[in-house]
């Protein structure tokens, strides 16, 4: 079964640092790119960051750059999202999916980042 | 950065009724767009790619249609399972979502 498992979800009071993982199985992981997608409480989606199958290409919404580092490690079928310097308006889900020749076709379950004091 | 657009906010309708979903684009995205759908506590889910290719399992009922910067999701008749939140994204320069039109029982 083709599947995404998102962890390292949690409470951290602004500033502080968390790392997502995102567990891939089911299919060939290093053939495919990779986002992170967001949804605030009550919100729409909103993209977050994307990393390239060899991970040579990296791109961020603009209000992640200089905060979060998306990266990954096909050898462990896995993405990470590495979030430091958090901000209450980082509160979401945070979800991966799968792109390639169709976009966004497998989305894993989603973790939950709280930021707050 | 493209700017998605949807409309109606809230749709009503019947179960068996049809629903049109609208998707509006600040500047062209050719036919890089697709639909996506989400209930409650679960994942988005696609349904539409390349404005009108049905995802795998997607059923006929759901078709898309559309191109440059005007887009529309057209449910044919809506089944119980079907009352949920509807987002359009655009993929044709970086990746941005509409925010998102929510389909209840009327």
């Known amino acids: 079964e083709v599947q995404l498992v998102e962890s390292g979800g949690g409470l951290v009071q602004p500033g502080g640092s968390l790392r997502l993982s995102c567990a891939a199985s089911g299919f060939t992981f290093s053939t495919y790119t990779m986002n992170w997608v967001r949804q605030a409480p009550g919100k729409g989606l909103e993209w977050v960051s994307y990393i390239s199958s060899r991970s040579s290409t990296i791109y961020y919404t603009d209000s992640v750059k200089g905060r979060f580092t998306i990266s990954r490690d096909n050898a462990k079928n896995s993405l990470y999202l590495q979030m430091n310097s958090l901000r209450d308006e980082d509160t979401a889900v945070y979800y991966c999916?799968?792109?390639?020749?169709?976009?966004?076709?497998?989305w894993g379950q989603g973790t939950m980042v709280t930021v707050s004091s | 950065e493209i700017v998605m657009t949807q409309s109606p906010a809230t749709l009503s309708v019947s179960p068996g009724e049809r629903a049109t979903l609208s998707c509006r684009a600040s500047q062209s995205v050719s036919s890089n767009l697709a639909w996506y759908q989400q209930k409650p506590g679960q994942a988005p889910r696609l349904l539409i790619y390349?404005?009108?290719t049905r995802a795998t399992g997607i059923p006929a009922r759901f078709s898309g249609s559309g191109s440059g910067t005007e887009f529309a999701l057209t449910i044919s008749s809506l089944q119980s399972e079907d009352f949920a939140v509807y987002y359009c994204?655009?993929?044709?320069?970086?990746?941005?979502f509409g925010q998102g039109t929510k389909v209840e029982i009327k």
């Open positions: 994204q655009q993929y044709d320069n970086w990746w941005t």
């Open positions: 999916a799968r792109d390639g020749v169709i976009p966004f076709d497998i």
């Open positions: 390349d404005t009108s």
